[in-house]
């Protein structure tokens, strides 16, 4: 009876014993993959880094590019603008909205010996102005300025 019970004692303690010897292996593996991470950096750590592009100049919503081409297609076409003067890169384009339409303002650069005029029409473009509908992007109309 006395060799049984020490047997039952025994096959316990070889159990407690290699119940720890797991327990500190597991212990082992997770301190050493913190140390892993440690060594390459959390995956919860937020590093930021320098924006490789340079900072932005110019930010248009989709909605107003929409609109736009709507009316940069009208600009293209129009026969009351000389072709000579339909060169997007001789305008500034300025975007609006007005009630349930966006605008577009295509206003002509000036040379420097036209720095005096105000409005109108210039040697490299024809100001006008585009009226573009929100609902279906739709041309609404179009104004020159004289």
Not at 68 to 95: G, T
Request: aromatic share 10%; charged share 30%; hydrophobic share 40%.
């Amino acid at each position: 009876m006395i060799m049984i019970a020490m047997k039952a004692h025994a096959l316990k303690m070889a159990t407690f014993l290699v119940l720890s010897l797991l327990l500190l292996q597991c212990r082992h593996q997770v301190n050493g993959e913190s140390q892993k991470e440690k060594d390459r950096g959390s995956i919860y750590e937020t590093k930021i880094e320098p924006d490789p592009l340079p900072p932005v100049d110019v930010a248009i919503s989709g909605e107003y590019l929409k609109a736009f081409s709507v009316a940069y297609e009208a600009f293209r076409n129009d026969v009351e603008i000389p072709e000579q003067k339909r060169k997007l890169e001789n305008y500034r384009i300025e975007f609006r909205q007005k009630g349930d339409a966006y605008l577009m303002l295509f206003s002509a650069k000036r040379l420097p010996s036209e720095s005096d005029i105000v409005g109108g029409e210039s040697e490299l473009g024809k100001d006008v102005l585009y009226r573009v509908s929100k609902r279906d992007y739709r041309m609404l109309g179009r104004n020159f300025f004289k």
